[in-house]
């Protein structure tokens, strides 16, 4: 975050010009060259920002809670490999998830889906069974960011109790914290067991 201020809070904060070259100079040629990114928004102005400084590499801004994708928002995400979301469910449910996936069945993508511990991923698992998905959840918490006020954190306490959850050495210590749920298709999730993937790779959980 610090950094993050250091690069916001500047002279030419005020200038969208100024800002818009910033973060294209300073994401230009970090990405792979063979990852194509796109990103699915309610927000337009964010999603056309994120494209124009090069974060992005299209985008679309639509509701998929409310409606289904237009044909040019299927051109732009169709046959994905991977799926991610990260603090969305709990906001948008199976729906907009569905209609993601309807868009690349041919492909048979990948989701990973990064969950705050006070919502339920049931209705969008049962969902993902039905198109042949086999969803699991890894072991360990994710920590997604600090609670803005003790009012957002004592809500977030509140629901948790409410759900027979503990928050003892998790979200007490004022983070909200996610968990990882990964969908993949039946054929593929019993040939390449999650664990044999990750054995090697470090994932940072609290």
């Known amino acids: 975050m610090d950094e993050l201020y250091?690069?916001?809070?500047?002279?030419?904060?005020?200038?969208?010009?100024?800002l818009l070259q910033q973060d294209r100079d300073g994401y230009a040629g970090r990405s792979d060259g063979a990852l194509e990114m796109v990103g699915v928004d309610p927000a337009g102005r964010a999603v056309s920002y994120a494209v124009d400084a090069g974060i992005l590499d299209a985008g679309v801004a639509t509701n998929l809670e409310e409606r289904e994708?237009?044909?040019?928002?299927?051109?732009?995400?169709?046959?994905?490999?991977?799926?991610?979301?990260?603090?969305?469910?709990?906001?948008?449910?199976?729906?907009s998830l569905e209609r993601l996936l309807q868009a690349?069945?041919?492909?048979?993508?990948?989701?990973?889906?990064?969950?705050?511990?006070?919502?339920?991923?049931?209705?969008?698992?049962e969902m993902l069974s039905q198109h042949g998905y086999v969803t699991e959840?890894?072991?360990?918490l994710?920590?997604?960011?600090?609670?803005?006020?003790?009012?957002?954190?004592q809500h977030v306490l509140d629901n948790l109790s409410?759900?027979?959850?503990?928050?003892?050495?998790?979200?007490?210590?004022?983070?909200?914290?996610?968990?990882?749920?990964?969908?993949?298709?039946?054929?593929?999730?019993?040939?390449?067991?999650?664990n044999e993937i990750l054995k090697d790779n470090s994932l940072h959980t609290a």
């Open 6 to 18: 250091r690069i916001y809070e500047t002279a030419e904060a005020d200038d969208p010009a100024f």
């Open 69 to 95: 994708p237009t044909a040019q928002d299927v051109a732009a995400i169709e046959n994905a490999d991977l799926i991610i979301s990260t603090g969305c469910v709990g906001y948008v449910t199976e729906i």
């Open 104 to 125: 690349s069945l041919d492909s048979r993508p990948w989701m990973a889906h990064f969950v705050l511990r006070m919502f339920d991923f049931g209705a969008a698992e």
């Open 137 to 140: 959840k890894l072991q360990g």
């Open 142 to 153: 994710f920590p997604q960011r600090r609670f803005a006020s003790t009012e957002e954190q």
């Open 162 to 194: 409410r759900l027979g959850i503990d928050a003892t050495g998790a979200e007490e210590t004022g983070w909200y914290l996610a968990e990882l749920h990964v969908a993949r298709p039946e054929a593929v999730a019993k040939s390449l067991p999650l």
